[in-house]
């Protein structure tokens, strides 16, 4: 059997995720975003340090959800929770979309894609490689973000138990599987952006439009999901169920929600790749 | 041109796809919702009143199936206080979905109906709804037991409920009964007595105020549509706080209380447990009196009620669904009958999505009353406190907040309640060690003194966490009215004050903290200013329950997310194994004849959607040893030949063959092509070499393979090399991108413009480069418009116009020997002479020595000698073999391109 490539030539082998990781290790954007995750939680820090803190007697106390601010400073897992809270609306969603929707695009436009492809890397392989790698990206981000809020939460305000208004206070160790549990549940719910954006990036050759449109969207699902007088239709949008990992905060957890949204967001995933795929794999390289 | 997009088949299919989902989506939107049932509005006047002679007015609505065969089970449906047929339109609609003949009304008073409000008195309310029956035995689509007796059940919440209960009470034909959020004593709820002893309650003004001032019109503006003894009754009772005889006789004749013993149908109750209008203990006392008439009760609580609201949406599945089994069973015959077991909620947590509270549900096999079926008792600690009356109640605590809506979050998480210092005593217990399930009425026992003997205490039980908030469960407060109090502590009596049941997980850490006020905003409390003494012997006790928690729907949904992911995983395999045996038939397949040509390419044709044609036919062949030129001028369809050549972009027909492998995008043997296509692509961010070593490395071949150093002396960048790439020129990208190309030294060279952006000494070293490359058997193509570059650099030529090949062979071959000299001589007329007389075809004249002659044949030697001979001086003699001339004649004056075709 005559395979007939060059020697050492396997396609399996072509763009090792290794080789892809290092390829977006080097951008600026990469960096920028990952080293945003780790001063994100230093500014809220200084902000709570520096920022006014005998107020507390004249703030109301409000509902159970305010209570994460009231609570934010009364240890570390409150602290990396708190972080989690006010990045879950936008802040993560951009980074999850700056990842899955600048990789192929970006390439595209800097003319890289096509001698990819010439090499050839198979189309699959290189989409997959790069979806794979633009997630570990995003998930590492939301790690750090997390991770540092855990640690200098920690180291400011203590290991206490995770503490909110309506549940009772949740011990530390039992706080963490909590807290990773809100990790595991956000990275899948943003599987939606990533999966959208990964799409984005695919149909257009510039990086921004991907990310962008990308972020525009889920703003645009989330406006529509205000808007009650839609009715059941807001249980199909992609971001109805994106605040459900604050179920996890009672006791005993609320799951439902939960479960819900990660089937949305697995639905909506499997859909954006799966077009992503299709459309990348046969479509004309003319970029 | 036209302005508007062509219409392609694919435009087409979208368009169509698009235009479908819109029809559909507003077809889906204008058409009618399908009811399952037919409603009809109705007044039906019926005669009450002690002697049956006053007519009144109902304004009713009766609701029948839609799909309805023969006579169905009717269900008589009543709204609460306040409330008209409107108030329970959509529980008649879903009841008479489920296949019952639904009568709904305007109770007496209210909205349409006539008539007054007598307090679902057994004389007017009652009757009224016994007429309605005797009209529902008429009808001919409700089934009837007897003559006259429908077979019916009652429906009803709160003031709905009570006369359900009351009307089960006073008439046999009622077949079964759910009453919910109702009373059981009138008077004792709104003058409850929390203490045990005879004494007459705390009058609970505000919601008694809000009971009577939602009836509006009558005549009487003291009074609104409130029957004459009713209304004195509030007067009286509202004035003084406490009842007189008469008053205490109506709220009496007004309370299922009385009627409890006389009850046989199968009655379903469901109380809230944040109601601090009527408690579970309402509830309690009905199921208990109708319980010993040996009729069958089943109860159910719920995370709701006249403060709470409908409660959760799990919570008001679970009242649905057993209000739907009790009615099917006993009026329909379906389903087995429901056991009496007890369901009841606990508040869980948030729901993060309607930013309400979310319940869970629990069973038990039997209900346990208010005293739970366990109970704990923690210790109290906290000295005897003098406590002040205010005058006329105000400052007043605050425990709830009655008729201002359903916040069940703002009850069961505690912002509301408040104590007025001074007017307070605090007994607390030591922080729970392990959770406490308190469900029902806690109970604990006061001793307190007061200098006029009678006393007026509210109690409560406030849940407090470690960070010092408390909780006031649901608003609850036990009204306590003591009187004969001694002057001092020492000799005053204990009392068991029985706290309202509540519904609650305590924590473990929390502490409990008992508090005795003498205000509260929703009591009326005695005018005069006084001074008590209150303290609380020893325990707390707490009746507890245990229950097992009712399966959730939750679970369903995780065992919908397995199967998707193992779906998802499952689709991920088959699509793997599929294209891996694909792709398996497809690189094996070889064409012998074409096994060591480097490229053959045959009938190639590329039509883009927007049917514009790039390439009509191209076919050539490049041998190794060779390289070839594509020749063409700007848009003949040189790149997208290249484009098609690399798997870029698919052809519309024609086959591409690399060393017989039929070439597709990303077939393997592109790996023994190396490649520069319409300009060099790099990452910005890297330097030149990293540039190179990223792009090796995606190839996944080895490292020595790359010919590294080799390449990079190609590019001949010097130490720009190590310059990030967004800072090179032109060039200089050129020059990293044919370097890139060359890297592990591929078979196939293909160049697209390759000498673009270069300086003349560059041009003519990456000749050189490339034609010693075409040595050893590798072969190279260059697409070009430049001709002499092509004439210069290559050994064959490809001339492409228009989409078509004019012309291919080798450049000698295709220049061949131009019939045409340049000759400058020294006398331009006499050499004209001479040359026409040797027969050439044409002499014309090219500047002012310069001769351009069509020799025809006849060798240039001879045309100089004769020229010699004849005196004239030869300056230069040039063949033209240029290019220019050859392919100027082969694609035509038209100079224009197929772009612009």
Same mark, same amino acid.
């Given at each position: 059997?005559?395979?007939?490539?060059?020697?050492?030539?396997?396609?399996?082998?072509?763009?090792?995720?290794?080789?892809?990781?290092?390829?977006?290790?080097?951008?600026?954007?990469?960096?920028?975003?990952?080293?945003?995750?780790?001063?994100?939680?230093?500014?809220?820090?200084?902000?709570?340090?520096?920022?006014?803190?005998?107020?507390?007697?004249?703030?109301?106390?409000?509902?159970?959800?305010?209570?994460?601010?009231?609570?934010?400073?009364?240890?570390?897992?409150?602290?990396?929770?708190?972080?989690?809270?006010?990045?879950?609306?936008?802040?993560?969603?951009?980074?999850?979309?700056?990842?899955?929707?600048?990789?192929?695009?970006?390439?595209?436009?800097?003319?890289?894609?096509?001698?990819?492809?010439?090499?050839?890397?198979?189309?699959?392989?290189?989409?997959?490689?790069?979806?794979?790698?633009?997630?570990?990206?995003?998930?590492?981000?939301?790690?750090?973000?997390?991770?540092?809020?855990?640690?200098?939460?920690?180291?400011?305000?203590?290991?206490?138990?995770?503490?909110?208004?309506?549940?009772?206070?949740?011990?530390?160790?039992?706080?963490?599987?909590?807290?990773?549990?809100?990790?595991?549940?956000?990275?899948?719910?943003?599987?939606?952006?990533?999966?959208?954006?990964?799409?984005?990036?695919?149909?257009?050759?510039?990086?921004?439009?991907?990310?962008?449109?990308?972020?525009?969207?889920?703003?645009?699902?989330?406006?529509?999901?205000?808007?009650?007088?839609?009715?059941?239709?807001?249980?199909?949008?992609?971001?109805?169920?994106?605040?459900?990992?604050?179920?996890?905060?009672?006791?005993?957890?609320?799951?439902?929600?939960?479960?819900?949204?990660?089937?949305?967001?697995?639905?909506?995933?499997?859909?954006?790749?799966?077009?992503?795929?299709?459309?990348?794999?046969?479509?004309?390289?003319?970029? | 041109?036209?302005?508007?997009?062509?219409?392609?088949?694919?435009?087409?299919?979208?368009?169509?796809?698009?235009?479908?989902?819109?029809?559909?989506?507003?077809?889906?939107?204008?058409?009618?919702?399908?009811?399952?049932?037919?409603?009809?509005?109705?007044?039906?006047?019926?005669?009450?009143?002690?002697?049956?002679?006053?007519?009144?007015?109902?304004?009713?609505?009766?609701?029948?199936?839609?799909?309805?065969?023969?006579?169905?089970?009717?269900?008589?449906?009543?709204?609460?206080?306040?409330?008209?047929?409107?108030?329970?339109?959509?529980?008649?609609?879903?009841?008479?979905?489920?296949?019952?003949?639904?009568?709904?009304?305007?109770?007496?008073?209210?909205?349409?109906?006539?008539?007054?409000?007598?307090?679902?008195?057994?004389?007017?309310?009652?009757?009224?709804? @016994?007429?309605?029956?005797?009209?529902?035995?008429?009808?001919?689509?409700? %089934?009837?037991?007897?003559?006259?007796?429908?077979?019916?059940?009652?429906?009803?919440?709160?003031?709905?409920?009570?006369?359900?209960?009351?009307?089960?009470?006073?008439?046999?034909?009622?077949?079964?009964?759910?009453?919910?959020?109702?009373?059981?004593?009138?008077?004792?709820?709104?003058?409850?007595?929390?203490?045990?002893?005879?004494?007459?309650?705390?009058?609970?003004?505000?919601?008694?105020?809000?009971?009577?001032?939602?009836?509006?019109?009558?005549?009487?503006?003291?009074?609104?549509?409130?029957?004459?003894?009713?209304?004195?009754?509030?007067?009286?009772?509202?004035?003084?706080?406490?009842?007189? @005889?008469?008053?205490?006789?109506?709220?009496?004749?007004?309370?299922?209380?009385?009627?409890?013993?006389?009850?046989?149908?199968?009655?379903?109750?469901?109380?809230?447990?944040?109601?601090?209008?009527?408690?579970?203990?309402?509830?309690?006392?009905?199921?208990?009196?109708?319980?010993?008439?040996?009729?069958?009760?089943?109860?159910?609580?719920?995370?709701?009620?006249?403060?709470?609201?409908?409660?959760?949406?799990?919570? @008001?599945? %679970?009242?649905?669904?057993?209000?739907?089994?009790?009615?099917?069973?006993?009026?329909?015959?379906?389903?087995?009958?429901?056991?009496?077991?007890?369901?009841?909620?606990?508040?869980?947590?948030?729901?993060?999505?309607?930013?309400?509270?979310?319940?869970?549900?629990?069973?038990?096999?039997?209900?346990?009353?208010?005293?739970?079926?366990?109970?704990?008792?923690?210790?109290?600690?906290?000295?005897?406190?003098?406590?002040?009356?205010?005058?006329?109640?105000?400052?007043?605590?605050?425990?709830?907040?009655?008729?201002?809506?359903?916040?069940?979050?703002?009850?069961?998480?505690?912002?509301?309640?408040?104590?007025?210092?001074?007017?307070?005593?605090?007994?607390?217990?030591?922080?729970?060690?392990?959770?406490?399930?308190?469900?029902?009425?806690?109970?604990?026992?006061? %001793?307190?003194?007061?200098?006029?003997?009678?006393?007026?205490?509210?109690?409560?039980?406030?849940?407090?966490?470690?960070?010092?908030?408390?909780?006031?469960?649901?608003?609850?407060?036990?009204?306590?009215?003591?009187?004969?109090?001694?002057?001092?502590?020492? @000799?005053?009596?204990?009392?068991?004050?029985?706290?309202?049941?509540?519904?609650?997980?305590?924590?473990?850490?929390?502490?409990?903290?008992?508090?005795?006020?003498?205000?509260?905003?929703?009591?009326?409390?005695?005018?005069?200013?006084?001074?008590?003494?209150?303290?609380?012997?020893?325990?707390?006790?707490?009746?507890?329950?245990?229950?097992?928690?009712?399966?959730?729907?939750?679970?369903?949904?995780?065992?919908?997310?397995?199967?998707?992911?193992?779906?998802?995983?499952?689709?991920?395999?088959?699509?793997?194994?599929?294209?891996?045996?694909?792709?398996?038939?497809?690189?094996?397949?070889?064409?012998?004849?074409?096994?060591?040509?480097?490229?053959?390419?045959?009938?190639?044709?590329?039509?883009?959607?927007?049917?514009?044609?790039?390439?009509?036919?191209?076919?050539?062949?490049?041998?190794?040893?060779?390289?070839?030129?594509?020749?063409?001028?700007?848009?003949?369809?040189?790149?997208?030949?290249?484009?098609?050549?690399?798997?870029?972009?698919?052809?519309?027909?024609?086959?591409?063959?690399?060393?017989?492998?039929?070439?597709?995008?990303?077939?393997?043997?592109?790996?023994?092509?190396?490649?520069?296509?319409?300009?060099?692509?790099?990452?910005?961010?890297?330097?030149?070499?990293?540039?190179?070593?990223?792009?090796?490395?995606?190839?996944?071949?080895?490292?020595?393979?790359?010919?590294?150093?080799?390449?990079?002396?190609?590019?001949?960048?010097?130490?720009?090399?190590?310059?990030?790439?967004?800072?090179?020129?032109?060039?200089?990208?050129?020059?990293?991108?044919?370097?890139?190309?060359?890297?592990?030294?591929?078979?196939?060279?293909?160049?697209?413009?390759?000498?673009?952006?270069?300086?003349?000494?560059?041009?003519?070293?990456?000749?050189?480069?490339?034609?010693?490359?075409?040595?050893?058997?590798?072969?190279?193509?260059?697409?070009?418009?430049?001709?002499?570059?092509?004439?210069?650099?290559?050994?064959?030529?490809?001339?492409?116009?228009?989409?078509?090949?004019?012309?291919?062979?080798?450049?000698?071959?295709?220049?061949?020997?131009?019939?045409?000299?340049?000759?400058?001589?020294?006398?331009?007329?006499?050499?004209?002479?001479?040359?026409?007389?040797?027969?050439?075809?044409?002499?014309?004249?090219?500047?002012?020595?310069?001769?351009?002659?069509?020799?025809?044949?006849?060798?240039?030697?001879?045309?100089?000698?004769?020229?010699?001979?004849?005196?004239?001086?030869?300056?230069?003699?040039?063949?033209?073999?240029?290019?220019?001339?050859?392919?100027?004649?082969?694609?035509?004056?038209?100079?224009?391109?197929?772009?612009?075709?």
């Amino acid at each position: 059997m005559t395979v007939g490539s060059a020697v050492g030539y396997r396609p399996s082998r072509t763009l090792p995720i290794r080789a892809e990781i290092r390829r977006q290790a080097s951008r600026r954007r990469t960096q920028l975003a990952l080293g945003f995750m780790v001063l994100l939680p230093l500014i809220i820090l200084l902000a709570f340090e520096f920022g006014g803190g005998g107020d507390d007697d004249d703030r109301n106390r409000g509902t159970a959800f305010s209570s994460l601010v009231d609570l934010a400073t009364s240890g570390g897992l409150n602290f990396a929770l708190f972080c989690l809270a006010v990045s879950a609306g936008f802040l993560l969603v951009v980074v999850f979309a700056l990842f899955a929707g600048d990789t192929v695009a970006s390439e595209a436009s800097w003319g890289s894609l096509r001698y990819l492809l010439a090499i050839p890397v198979p189309r699959a392989r290189l989409l997959a490689v790069k979806l794979v790698v633009a997630l570990a990206y995003s998930f590492v981000a939301l790690f750090l973000l997390a991770g540092t809020g855990l640690l200098v939460g920690t180291l400011r305000y203590g290991w206490h138990p995770l503490g909110s208004t309506i549940a009772a206070q949740i011990p530390p160790g039992q706080g963490v599987l909590r807290l990773l549990g809100i990790l595991a549940y956000l990275a899948v719910v943003l599987l939606v952006v990533a999966g959208l954006a990964f799409l984005l990036s695919v149909l257009t050759d510039a990086a921004l439009g991907a990310v962008g449109g990308a972020v525009l969207l889920w703003i645009l699902s989330s406006i529509l999901d205000q808007i009650t007088a839609l009715g059941s239709i807001r249980n199909a949008l992609p971001t109805h169920y994106s605040d459900a990992w604050m179920g996890l905060l009672s006791t005993p957890i609320q799951t439902e929600d939960l479960a819900k949204g990660a089937i949305s967001a697995i639905v909506y995933a499997v859909v954006f790749w799966g077009s992503a795929f299709f459309r990348f794999t046969r479509k004309d390289v003319t970029s | 041109m036209s302005a508007f997009p062509r219409v392609t088949r694919r435009r087409a299919v979208t368009a169509a796809v698009v235009l479908v989902l819109i029809i559909a989506a507003a077809i889906w939107a204008v058409l009618p919702e399908r009811a399952d049932w037919t409603a009809q509005d109705l007044r039906i006047t019926v005669r009450s009143g002690p002697g049956d002679d006053q007519p009144v007015d109902l304004d009713a609505r009766f609701l029948l199936p839609a799909g309805r065969s023969g006579r169905v089970p009717a269900v008589l449906l009543a709204h609460g206080f306040g409330g008209t047929k409107d108030s329970v339109r959509s529980d008649a609609e879903s009841l008479a979905a489920r296949g019952y003949a639904v009568l709904t009304w305007t109770a007496r008073g209210f909205g349409r109906s006539t008539g007054e409000i007598h307090l679902d008195s057994p004389d007017y309310e009652v009757k009224d709804a @016994q007429r309605l029956l005797d009209w529902l035995a008429q009808r001919p689509e409700v %089934r009837t037991d007897a003559a006259g007796d429908p077979r019916v059940g009652v429906v009803g919440g709160s003031y709905g409920g009570a006369l359900a209960l009351l009307l089960a009470g006073q008439d046999r034909r009622v077949d079964a009964i759910v009453p919910s959020i109702t009373w059981n004593d009138l008077s004792r709820s709104f003058l409850p007595q929390a203490a045990e002893t005879g004494t007459t309650g705390v009058f609970k003004k505000s919601w008694a105020g809000l009971f009577f001032g939602s009836s509006s019109g009558g005549d009487n503006p003291a009074c609104g549509r409130f029957a004459a003894d009713v209304c004195q009754a509030y007067l009286s009772m509202a004035t003084t706080g406490v009842p007189d @005889q008469a008053t205490l006789d109506l709220l009496r004749k007004s309370s299922p209380a009385t009627v409890l013993d006389r009850i046989k149908a199968p009655t379903l109750l469901i109380q809230g447990a944040v109601d601090t209008l009527f408690p579970l203990s309402e509830a309690d006392a009905n199921a208990k009196g109708i319980a010993a008439a040996g009729t069958p009760v089943r109860v159910a609580w719920f995370t709701g009620g006249h403060d709470g609201g409908t409660g959760p949406g799990s919570d @008001q599945d %679970r009242v649905k669904y057993l209000t739907i089994q009790w009615l099917d069973h006993y009026l329909n015959g379906k389903g087995a009958a429901p056991g009496d077991d007890f369901t009841w909620s606990r508040v869980a947590g948030f729901s993060a999505l309607d930013r309400d509270l979310v319940t869970n549900g629990y069973s038990a096999t039997a209900y346990p009353g208010v005293t739970g079926t366990g109970s704990a008792r923690l210790d109290l600690s906290g000295a005897a406190q003098p406590i002040a009356n205010p005058p006329n109640g105000n400052p007043g605590a605050i425990s709830s907040l009655p008729g201002l809506g359903s916040r069940l979050t703002s009850l069961l998480s505690g912002n509301v309640a408040s104590d007025i210092p001074g007017q307070h005593a605090t007994f607390t217990t030591a922080p729970l060690a392990a959770a406490v399930d308190v469900a029902g009425s806690p109970t604990v026992r006061l %001793r307190a003194a007061s200098p006029t003997g009678e006393a007026v205490l509210f109690v409560k039980l406030y849940d407090v966490d470690q960070g010092d908030a408390a909780t006031l469960s649901a608003g609850l407060v036990a009204p306590v009215r003591l009187t004969g109090l001694a002057k001092d502590l020492s @000799q005053a009596q204990p009392v068991t004050v029985t706290l309202p049941a509540i519904v609650r997980q305590l924590a473990a850490g929390h502490t409990l903290r008992v508090v005795v006020a003498t205000s509260d905003q929703a009591f009326l409390s005695p005018a005069a200013p006084a001074t008590y003494t209150v303290a609380v012997d020893g325990q707390l006790t707490l009746p507890t329950l245990v229950g097992k928690p009712i399966a959730s729907p939750a679970a369903i949904w995780w065992y919908v997310l397995g199967a998707l992911i193992l779906v998802v995983l499952l689709g991920l395999a088959v699509l793997l194994l599929v294209r891996r045996a694909r792709r398996r038939r497809r690189v094996t397949t070889v064409t012998a004849e074409y096994a060591d040509t480097p490229l053959v390419v045959t009938g190639l044709r590329k039509a883009y959607q927007d049917g514009f044609v790039a390439v009509e036919e191209i076919g050539f062949t490049v041998e190794r040893g060779q390289v070839v030129g594509l020749l063409g001028p700007n848009g003949a369809g040189k790149t997208t030949t290249l484009r098609v050549l690399m798997g870029l972009t698919t052809p519309t027909a024609g086959e591409i063959h690399v060393f017989g492998h039929r070439l597709v995008p990303g077939a393997q043997i592109l790996s023994r092509v190396g490649a520069l296509v319409e300009g060099p692509g790099f990452l910005p961010h890297l330097t030149g070499r990293q540039n190179l070593r990223a792009y090796w490395q995606a190839t996944g071949r080895p490292w020595a393979d790359a010919r590294f150093d080799e390449a990079l002396e190609i590019a001949g960048l010097g130490a720009s090399v190590d310059r990030k790439t967004k800072n090179y020129s032109h060039g200089m990208r050129q020059r990293l991108a044919i370097a890139q190309a060359m890297l592990g030294l591929p078979e196939l060279l293909v160049l697209d413009e390759p000498t673009d952006g270069l300086d003349p000494p560059q041009i003519a070293e990456m000749r050189r480069v490339l034609q010693r490359y075409a040595t050893d058997g590798r072969a190279v193509l260059v697409s070009s418009h430049l001709l002499a570059e092509v004439e210069q650099t290559c050994t064959h030529a490809v001339v492409v116009n228009k989409g078509r090949i004019v012309a291919s062979g080798p450049v000698d071959e295709i220049v061949g020997d131009s019939p045409t000299v340049a000759i400058d001589v020294t006398d331009v007329s006499a050499a004209t002479d001479i040359l026409t007389g040797l027969g050439v075809r044409s002499v014309t004249p090219d500047g002012a020595t310069g001769l351009i002659v069509d020799m025809n044949g006849t060798p240039r030697a001879e045309v100089v000698a004769s020229l010699v001979r004849a005196g004239v001086g030869v300056d230069r003699v040039v063949p033209r073999r240029r290019l220019e001339d050859a392919f100027l004649a082969l694609v035509g004056d038209n100079s224009r391109g197929s772009g612009d075709r």
